[in-house]
């Protein structure tokens, strides 16, 4: 019979998944057939919708201002320009983020191969050197994150764009270097052009 050594509780810091997982973990993009979003056009941000999660670990102002820089920063990279008017912005961006603590169990089991050796007084059937199996049993508390970017239409509302992060996370990827790299990822598919250069007084692109 198999006996269960241990059976543990892990609580706290939630496991990354492996190292070979990009920033934004499963990255999910849906891009409508009828609205075309084009490169350069101007964008603005839409007020945060009445269903916005009040989860407290990411409806605070430090988050939220942390993953409007990061947006800000992947849109411009893409071409895209913010304005300040939103009746003036042929775009509006939204995002939704979330948080849900879940658990799973892990099992390892190792020892016990059952085998039967004969000799000369006959057979005999056992567990071998080792004994009986042995299985660790693990239950695993983690937290899964979520982060939903929508760029839709402003004159007809319609969804042009959206990118979905679902990955595991812990505090580490609160900070803004982290969130800047899942917001990228999250915009690698996202249609754009490279922006046009800062003029300074000594660039080529100034006429004089």
Do not use: F
Not at 2 to 8: F, G, N, Y
């Amino acid at each position: 019979m198999l006996r269960i050594l241990m059976a543990s509780t892990v609580v706290g810091a939630a496991l990354l998944l492996s190292g070979c997982e990009t920033p934004g973990g499963k990255v999910s993009v849906l891009a409508s057939d009828t609205v075309a979003l084009t490169p350069g056009a101007t964008y603005a941000w839409a007020p945060h919708p009445a269903g916005s999660s009040t989860d407290p670990r990411v409806a605070n102002d430090i988050i939220d201002q942390r993953l409007h820089a990061a947006i800000d920063q992947a849109l411009a990279a893409k071409g895209y320009r913010r304005v300040a008017s939103p009746a003036s912005a042929q775009l509006q961006v939204a995002y939704y983020a979330a948080l849900q603590d879940r658990q799973e169990t892990e099992v390892d089991s190792w020892g016990g191969n059952a085998g039967t050796m004969c000799g000369i007084r006959g057979c005999i059937s056992g567990w071998g050197l080792y004994g009986a199996p042995q299985v660790d049993v693990r239950n695993i508390d983690y937290t899964q994150g979520t982060l939903m970017i929508d760029i839709t239409d402003r004159t007809s509302g319609r969804l042009a764009w959206r990118a979905t992060s679902d990955k595991r996370v812990d505090a580490s990827d609160a900070s803004q270097a982290s969130i800047n790299a899942i917001v990228m990822d999250m915009t690698k598919a996202l249609p754009g052009s490279t922006p046009a250069p800062m003029c300074t007084p000594s660039a080529a692109c100034c006429t004089r």
